[in-house]
Structures are given as structure tokens and as C-alpha cells.
């Protein structure tokens, strides 16, 4: 009867609902607010929502205070379809709010919902909203997996422009992933839906976004063609602020091409629209890329005018990140310009915001969780209740039927009073059997109850340690920036107050003085070099090595080029043989042979450096050597020079980190290749390099000798 009877009075309810509200909403949001109190709660738990949902973009926190209003109502008035709308809005708000593990917790609550009472639309939308959360997160294996499902449902309803937007979000993860390939065929198929349905404003993001993808792997001519396209659709739909975002990009891509003039041309266009948008957050961001540019064209004076508009704004708007990073910029500006008081200025401000914004965040992290813990509280006593509610119930229709059963029965003994003795027997019988079945039914109430405690208990363990794990995440994330970033400011400190004292006191100074300052300037530049090189061997191995054919003849050109002064200054001759085409990652491969031929150059004695590059096929490999006719090197230290910080000479005789080596070496290593080599003291040392080859194994012929 439970079954028939639900629906019919939900129905009921929003008959009504539309007939005396919903079709006369004001306008205004505020006057929607005052009449909430008035409706009866199955008009107030809809247009609680329908608030949550317009104040979501607007201010996260009354969209949270009318969701979470929502949420309770629902739960006691026994409306699901409410609650997962409730669950999705409230995930929208932690999510919009960086609380993400709060956003998953209210999405897949709303899910478990959904899926009970077999909504498969309201299942695809939790569905994409958790595969959102997860790419925030960084998992993008479990996003990957709440996209597609999503995408099954709305494909097999029919619902292709969803379907679109589902694509355009799996897309962008695998442009996060660095799997470009999957990005632009999802692109693709998401752009050939929205031009079937003539949709411009999909048409316009997916254009931006196949812009991004094609910057980023160096297709500029793509790239400019989809911005292009894109910047005109926005321009004829009147998204200001989204074409602003497009000529910034196309800015930041001509300023990757050097090509400084119409990068200029781009952020100017952007920064007029962003002045006429009044918009301070676009306009202060464009002044940071003209800086870049400035800056890439050695325009120190101009890249500070531009950076100090920019921290102008951002000071005025209050964006405190935002203030710290540009306070690191122009310090480093100041420096290049030579005023270092400015610099110190400029860089005790980032010190100073940089130390407050992390206690801010920790506060706010801290503030999250404990109203993670408040919700769930509140949700715990909800459903208490509704349990005891629904115990009350069945005792109440228990106690019915006793009450009926022995009205029943009295009437069989006045009807029979003659087989009374039998029937009091029997009615006996039955009492006792009622007694024990209650008592039965009381245990196993308090057995669940009893499982229920523990239940809630080892949950709360497990909420512990999750705080925990992610305390020690976040730990682990500091340290790592200290590592990376804070070890080298107090080095630029030492080193720039040092240059200033040796520039201000010079003629003040003995010659004992300098030489102890120029002791300490050298030791600030060594250490700095000796981090720099370390993060650098740190970084190799961290990340998944993305491989594609890489000539070595053009590689091998480019690191010559770059060692050009080099050559020039030790008169060397450097002949280069046939180079294979190779499986490799090209920026790293670079790395490689430039610090092996940096090392041919440098420790070639007192004679001119004449150095031989060849290469031959075994298998599916290439072994590249590369010969000198340099000092050698001792069959001693064989087992030692690729080792990190081994130096094998002194830093007044040869210059150096003693890290070179081992980041070949390791570089090789992550391409499943080998490094060894041969050498004989005072006759030269040949360097061999083994590396897997394309299939088929392709060659361009490129000799000669290069001085």
C-alpha cells in the first residue's frame, strides 16, 4: 500500500506547490527569501534549492547556509529526489570553496540516493561532478572512471549535448595527463555534437581548449588557428571576458615563439577590453605578461613599470597570493637593475605574505574539517531520529494488532463459552509465544544498536586518520617547497648584500678584505649552482617519461649551437658523424649530451680540444660514442664517477658541482639504455651511450668537422 500511497500524495503536494507559488516567483531573490518562511515544507525544500542553486556563483556561503536548510527538511519530510538536488549543490559550493574531499563526501551521498531510487539522470550528473572533483584532486584514474559512466548514461538516453560537455571535460583531463592524443580526439567528437546543434558558445570553449592543447605541444600554427577561431565567436556573442582570456594566450604563445612585437600587439588588445570590462583581476594579470615580455627582451626598466601596475592592482583588490609572487618578481627585477634596497624591499614583503598566506591557509584548512564534522554530526542526528521515528511507529501497529488480536479473541469466548477451558489454553499458549517474540525483537534492536555504535566509532577512527594522512600530505608538500624554492632566497640574500657591500666600500676596503668578500660571492653562486643541479637530478625519474622519435643529428646541432662560446674560446674541432633517429624525451636527451660534451671541452688540458661524434646499430639500439683527446681519466675512479658531488679535481683547477655525470647517467638509465666508458691517462676518454631506436631505425646523413 506504502508503495501507491507515496507517490500519490508527493504528486498532491506539488499540484498545489505550482498552483499557489511556483509559477509567481519574484524576480528578486530577496523577496524569494522572505516568503520561504511561509510555504509548508514541500514548497519550502524546492525553493530553498532553487535559491541555493541562483546564490551558488554569486556567494558560496548563503548557497551552503539555504542547501544545508534543504538537506534537513528533506530528510524528514522523506523527500530523496531533494536530497540528491541538496547533496549535488552542496558538492558544487565545498568544491567552488577548495574543500574537495567535502565535495566527494556530499556527491557520492547524493549517488548512493540516485541510485535507489533508479534516477539515471540525477546519477550522470553526480557522476560528472565527482569525476570533476577527482581531477581537482589529482586522481585522474577515479575521474577517468566517473566521466565515462556519465558519458554511458547520457549516450544511451539520448542526451547528446551533455554527452558533449562530458567529452569536453574528459578531454581536459587527458590534456592534464599529458595524453594530448585522447584530448583532441575527445575534443573532436564533443565539437562535431555542438555544431550539429549549432551551440556557439560550446563551440567557442572547444576551440580554446584545442588552442591549449596544440600550445602545449608546440603546434603554434594549430594553436593560433583554433584561438583565432574562437577570440571570433566570443567577440560576436559578447563574451568579453572570455575572449580577454583567449588574446592573453594567444599573447603567451607568441611570447614562446620570441616573437615579442605581436605578443605585445595581443596583451594590448586584451588590456584596452580589460580596461573598458573594468575588470582588475584580467587587467592585472595582463600587465604581469607584458612584464614577461619585457623582461625576455632584456627591458628591466619597462618590466618594472609593468610589474608594479600590476602589484598596485592586486594590493588593491587584496589578492594577497597574488601581491606575494609579484613582490618576488620585482625584487629579482630590482636586482637586475642593480638597486638592491628595492630588492630587499620587494623581497622581505614575499617573505612576510608568504608566511602569513600558509597560516591562513592551515587556519582554513582546520575551519573546513570542523565543519566536515559538524554536517556529518547533524546528518547522524537526522537519521536517529527518523529511526526512532519509525521504531515508534512499529511499536504503535505492534500494540494495534495485540489490541485487535485480543478483542478477537474475547469475542471467540463469548461466542463459545463452552469450550472456554480449551480457549484459555490456547490463548495462553499464544500470549507466551507474543511475550517471546517481543522479547526477541527487543534483543535484536539493541544488537543492532549496539552494531550501529561501532559502526559510527570505527568510522570516526577512519575520518582520524584520514586528517591525518592529509596533515602529513601537506607537510610533506612544504617541505618540498622549501627544498625547491626557500633553500636559494637566503643565498640571493648573502649574495646580493655582499656585491653591494664590494660595490659601496671598494675603495675602503684592503686587499685581504676583498679577497674574503670574493671568497663569499663565489661560495653564494657555488651553492646556489649545487641546489640548481640537485633539483634538477631530483626531478629526473619523478614523472612518467613521455617518448617520441628524436633526431639526434638536429639535437646534436642545437647543443653545439649552445656551446658555441665554448668552442670559440678552446678552439676545438668537433666532427659529427651519421646520427640515428631515437625513442626518447627530447629536453632531457639534450641534457645528456650537452654535459657530456661541456665535459670533452672542459677538461681537455692545455691543448686544443678535437672531439669525435659517431654512432653505431646493434639490435633495436644505437650506441652513440663520444671521443676526446682530453686528460683522461684513472681506472680508479671508475666506480665513482657517475656517483652525485664526486669531483675527481679541484674546484680552483676545474669548475664544478661533481653532478653532471650523474644526471647523465640517470637520464640514460630511465631510458632503458647504458652509459659506460673507455680512457687512458693524458690520451683522451671515449664516452659510449646506448638508446633505444625507432621502428623502422631512420638516419640522416650529416658529416663534418665544425670549429
Known amino acids: 500500500m506504502n508503495t501507491y500511497f507515496r507517490p500519490v500524495v508527493i504528486f498532491c503536494c506539488l499540484c498545489a506547490f505550482f498552483s499557489q507559488g511556483l509559477w509567481a516567483f519574484p524576480s528578486n531573490i530577496d523577496s524569494l527569501k522572505l516568503e520561504v518562511p511561509k510555504m509548508r515544507p514541500v514548497q519550502k525544500v524546492p525553493t530553498m534549492l532553487f535559491i541555493a542553486e541562483r546564490s551558488l556563483r554569486r556567494s558560496t556561503e548563503e548557497a551552503l547556509k539555504y542547501a544545508n536548510r534543504a538537506l534537513e527538511l528533506a530528510y524528514r519530510e522523506n523527500m530523496d529526489s531533494s536530497l540528491v538536488q541538496a547533496y549535488d549543490i552542496l558538492g558544487k559550493c565545498h568544491y567552488f570553496n577548495g574543500a574537495i574531499y567535502q565535495a566527494i563526501d556530499c556527491y557520492e551521498k547524493g549517488l548512493n540516493i540516485a541510485y535507489e531510487r533508479g534516477d539515471q539522470r540525477q546519477i550522470a550528473v553526480l557522476q560528472n561532478g565527482l569525476g570533476v572533483a577527482f581531477n581537482k584532486k589529482g586522481e585522474f584514474e577515479k575521474a577517468l572512471e566517473h566521466f565515462y559512466k556519465s558519458l554511458e548514461i547520457?549516450?544511451?538516453?539520448?542526451?547528446?549535448r551533455m554527452a558533449a560537455s562530458i567529452r569536453s571535460n574528459i578531454g581536459a583531463l587527458h590534456k592534464e595527463m599529458k595524453q594530448y592524443d585522447d584530448a583532441i580526439d575527445n575534443y573532436s567528437k564533443a565539437l562535431a555534437v555542438m555544431q550539429r546543434?549549432?551551440?556557439?558558445?560550446?563551440?567557442?570553449?572547444?576551440?580554446n581548449n584545442l588552442g591549449d592543447v596544440y600550445s602545449e605541444t608546440n603546434d603554434y600554427e594549430k594553436a593560433i588557428s583554433f584561438y583565432r577561431n574562437s577570440l571570433s565567436l566570443k567577440l560576436e556573442l559578447g563574451f568579453s571576458r572570455s575572449a580577454i582570456n583567449t588574446l592573453s594566450n594567444m599573447g603567451r604563445l607568441f611570447l614562446a615563439e620570441v616573437m615579442y612585437d605581436s605578443a605585445e600587439v595581443y596583451f594590448d588588445r586584451a588590456l584596452a577590453m580589460a580596461q573598458s570590462e573594468k575588470n582588475p583581476y584580467l587587467i592585472q594579470k595582463i600587465y604581469e605578461g607584458k612584464s614577461e615580455i619585457y623582461l625576455a627582451k632584456g627591458a628591466y626598466a619597462q618590466a618594472r613599470i609593468s610589474y608594479e601596475k600590476s602589484l598596485e592592482i592586486?594590493?588593491?583588490n587584496g589578492e594577497r597570493p597574488e601581491v606575494a609572487e609579484l613582490s618576488k618578481k620585482l625584487a629579482e627585477v630590482y636586482a637586475l637593475l642593480g638597486n638592491y634596497e628595492k630588492a630587499y624591499q620587494h623581497e622581505k614583503l614575499h617573505a612576510e605574505l608568504r608566511d602569513s598566506i600558509y597560516t591562513e591557509e592551515s587556519q582554513r584548512q582546520v575551519a573546513d574539517m570542523q565543519a566536515r564534522r559538524?554536517?556529518?554530526?547533524?546528518?547522524?542526528?537526522?537519521?536517529?531520529?527518523?529511526?526512532?521515528e519509525a521504531f515508534t511507529r512499529l511499536k504503535l501497529t505492534f500494540s494495534i494488532l495485540i489490541s485487535?488480536?485480543?478483542v478477537l479473541s474475547f469475542l471467540a469466548l463469548y461466542v463459545r463459552f463452552k469450550e472456554k477451558k480449551r480457549s484459555n489454553v490456547l490463548l495462553e499458549d499464544k500470549n507466551h509465544a507474543i511475550r517471546d517474540t517481543y522479547a526477541l525483537l527487543e534483543r535484536r534492536t539493541r544488537e543492532i544498536s549496539d552494531q550501529n555504535d561501532l559502526l559510527k566509532q570505527q568510522t570516526e577512527e577512519i575520518h582520524h586518520q584520514n586528517e591525518l594522512l592529509k596533515q602529513s600530505n601537506s607537510d610533506l608538500e612544504q617541505f618540498a617547497y622549501v627544498a625547491s624554492h626557500d633553500l636559494r632566497e637566503p643565498l640571493r640574500t648573502i649574495r646580493s648584500y655582499m656585491q653591494l657591500l664590494q660595490k659601496r666600500y671598494e675603495e675602503k676596503l684592503d686587499a685581504s678584505a676583498k679577497e674574503f668578500i670574493d671568497y663569499a660571492v663565489k661560495g653564494a653562486f657555488r651553492m646556489d649552482q649545487l641546489l640548481r643541479d640537485l633539483l634538477d637530478y631530483s626531478r629526473i625519474g619523478r614523472t612518467r617519461l613521455i617518448v617520441s622519435p628524436v633526431p639526434l643529428d638536429s639535437l646534436v646541432e642545437e647543443v653545439l649551437h649552445n656551446l658555441s662560446r665554448q668552442i670559440d674560446d678552446s678552439n676545438a674541432v668537433i666532427n659529427v658523424g651519421k646520427l640515428p633517429v631515437v625513442n626518447g624525451h627530447e629536453s632531457q636527451l639534450e641534457q645528456l649530451f650537452q654535459n657530456l660534451l661541456s665535459n670533452a671541452l672542459k677538461f681537455s688540458g692545455n691543448k686544443p680540444p678535437e672531439i669525435s661524434i659517431s654512432s653505431e646499430t646493434k639490435d633495436h639500439e644505437a650506441v652513440i660514442s663520444i671521443t676526446d683527446n682530453g686528460i683522461g681519466i684513472d681506472d680508479r675512479y671508475r666506480d665513482k664517477i657517475f656517483t652525485i658531488f664526486q669531483r675527481l679535481h679541484t674546484q680552483e683547477k676545474y669548475q664544478g658541482t661533481g653532478i653532471g655525470l650523474a644526471i647523465c647517467k640517470r637520464v640514460v638509465q630511465q631510458h632503458g639504455g647504458e652509459l659506460w666508458f673507455e680512457s687512458e691517462m693524458g690520451k683522451g676518454t671515449t664516452f659510449y651511450v646506448s638508446l633505444p631506436l625507432t621502428e623502422p631505425a631512420l638516419e640522416t646523413p650529416k658529416a663534418g668537422a665544425i670549429k
Open 154 to 160: 547520457m549516450e544511451s538516453s539520448g542526451n547528446d
Open 197 to 207: 546543434y549549432k551551440d556557439r558558445r560550446g563551440i567557442s570553449h572547444v576551440y
Open 314 to 316: 592586486a594590493q588593491l
Open 374 to 388: 559538524k554536517l556529518q554530526e547533524k546528518e547522524a542526528e537526522i537519521k536517529n531520529l527518523q529511526q526512532d
Open 404 to 406: 485487535i488480536f485480543f
